[in-house]
């Protein structure tokens, strides 16, 4: 009897512990149809948008999201699509030593030393010069621009799919977000 117990809550773990790992999508962002179906099919539910408004809301949101999806503010420009970096050493999270990261972030890495990235008195990376700093702004100011026209062209599609309505409530729920974005970035 002990033994059935012990089989069945080991693999009642195990199954626990595979459904979890199951979970993981490895930070990959969907195609740009999927995403753009997701939005639509949320934005129709919360909308009550018809057949005819969820076809062309559907290809505005294709184009919106071809559009911004090759530019995420949250990427640094010298990384490629899909590539994430090592906040403490700057190298990419899909290199091999990253299996093992309680051992990688350790000062005197072998890694860390022979990239030249990594500062061995106090274990930070080197400082961006001001020109590097200045490219930097510059890219990020650009791509602002191409996202604030990306979404304003957008918008005024949305407002020609859209009854009055409908496009007011859309533009109360995007301010009651932009307003909680605000809010949470004045607490951090």
């Known amino acids: 009897m002990k033994r059935i117990i012990l089989i069945l809550v080991a693999a ?46 559907l290809e505005a949101n294709l184009a919106l999201v071809e559009q911004t999806g090759n530019m995420p503010m949250h990427r640094r420009p010298d990384m490629k699509k899909g590539e994430q970096k090592c906040d403490s050493c700057n190298c990419t999270k899909t290199d091999k030593h990253h299996a093992k990261a309680d051992k990688h972030h350790k000062k005197g890495d072998k890694h860390h030393k022979k990239d030249g990235k990594f500062d061995k008195k106090d274990g930070k990376r080197a400082q961006l010069t001001d020109e590097q700093r200045a490219q930097r702004k510059a890219d990020m100011q650009q791509k602002r621009e191409e996202m604030q026209a990306a979404r304003t ?10 009854t009055k309505d409908q496009y007011d409530a859309y533009t109360k729920k995007m301010q009651e977000r932009k307003d909680k974005m605000g809010s949470k970035r004045k607490n951090s």
């Open 153 to 162: 062209a957008y918008d005024a599609q949305l407002q020609k799919i859209m």
């Open 12 to 57: 009642f773990l195990t199954g626990g512990m595979v459904m979890a790992q199951h979970g993981r999508r490895g930070d990959k962002m969907p195609d740009p149809k999927t995403r753009a179906e997701r939005m639509t099919e949320r934005m129709v539910k919360e909308y009550s948008l018809n057949d005819t408004q969820k076809k062309q809301l």
